[in-house]
């Protein structure tokens, strides 16, 4: 017997194909991903990508650096308009709208769709201040609302118990695990509809991971969450699917279960099994 | 490319202990037979006392692939091959207490007087133990062809224990006044045919192993 890798490729029979699509398909699309290339100047770092992202769920995106898995997530509220020479072409269909069109207003699109990154980053200033800000700068004045909205925002970050005594606080005295929590809540405090988290527990320890990965179960509820992880276990435990992404390609997008019990495509298995990457 | 090799050395230790672990199930049901046929107690209480070392066999399987899985953390067909071999130990295990429990009736019939046993006890167990033979070259090269041919071979131990059923109480053929060693017969023919169960649940556990789907071979 070979444990290295070797699993005999099948070919999917029609069947077997029509199932995983029925699966993919049975929830409401939230994103609908169609034929997404992004190009950095002549290098296509994702290729021809098709995927229909659902409402209320948790979507993990893996796959060895370089894959694609980050461009695309960031693809998704306009992230890489900031890297001069990148390029996008398909579409991503958001409330009927193609996101990627030049006339989006990119900063309404992002308090649609926010988005949490590796490295916890408040801003330097109070915790409540790192809320309200992004709101007072839309011409939000009201002490009340604000009040409610900061309270609102860090209940749903699972932080208003463990910061409620001290507001006033500089947002760096908080630890790491705090500190990634509280950007969560300034993301959710814009009301979005999809939350973009790129290795948001990368950074942190055990217990601050499995409070992220609770926090991420309990928000499915409210929002539509796609996630990039190097974590297997993180992704099997949080996600509802998984696309596994390889040199810009999208090897394999399906139910989670399904990937981490019995994937269909040989380059998924080696890579959630170790034995690449 | 990082192959895993301390796991797949333990995944190939694990896999050739129950492979060794088989092939004693299957002497053990050979010499509960012989016992059977030489009246031999002192082989059968050999029998009975060796299942012990069995059952630890099991454990030590169980604990090195528990291990495994709390330590690697294995997916997909890592993961399944765990499982499949979790089930593989455990139905040896069942099938060693079943050489035991002809072992033991053997000893009963030890005690009473001589019955002409039917060849067809003998035969059934021949059928079993290539069936054993099949399933470990099925297990080894995760083969699902040898792994569903197995069925076939139930199949046939099954009819032959109908059989031996028939024959045993129909009074044409019943020895006069053994209705004592009558029972503990069709009992030993009972018990071989439950290790054809076994071995197709063997067949079934590699089927899982490779497809990752549930197949009843029993039926």
Known sequence: MNYTADKPTE???EDELAASITRASKKEVVLDVKDLSIFYGNNEAVKRANMGIEKNAVTALIGPSGCGKSTFIRSINRMNDLIPSS??????????INILRNDINVVALRSE???VFQKPNPFPKSIYNNITHALKYNGQKNKKVLDEIVEESLRKAALWDEVKDRLHQSALSLS???????????TLAMEPQILLLDEPASALDPVSNSKIEELILQLKEDYSIVIVT????QASRVSDKTAFFLNGDVVEYDDTKKIFTNPSETKTEEYISGRFG | MVAREQFSADLEAIQKSIISFAYEVDTALKQAIDALYERDSDLAYKVIENDELLNERDQEINEATIQLIAMQQPVA?????????????SDLERMGDHAKNIAKSVNRLNVLSPYDIPQAIRDMQEVVSKMIHSAVQAFEEEDITKAKKLADLDNVVDSMYGELFRDMLDERKAQSGKHQQTMQLVFVGRFVERVGDHITNIGESILYLVKGTAVDLNK
């Not at chain 1, 929590?181 to 300034?186: G, Y």
């Not at chain 2, 067909?77 to 130990?89: H, I, N, P, Q």
């Open chain 1, 11 to 13: 070919t999917r029979t």
């Open chain 1, 230 to 233: 190097h974590n297997m276990s």
């Open chain 1, 113 to 115: 769709i926010g988005m």
């Open chain 1, 176 to 186: 790491g695990g705090q500190q990634q929590r509280l950007c969560i809540a300034r």
């Open chain 1, 87 to 96: 390029r996008a072409e398909g579409e991503i269909i958001y409330d009927g």
């Open chain 2, 77 to 89: 067909t890592d993961l399944r091959r765990l499982v499949a071999f979790l089930r593989v130990s």
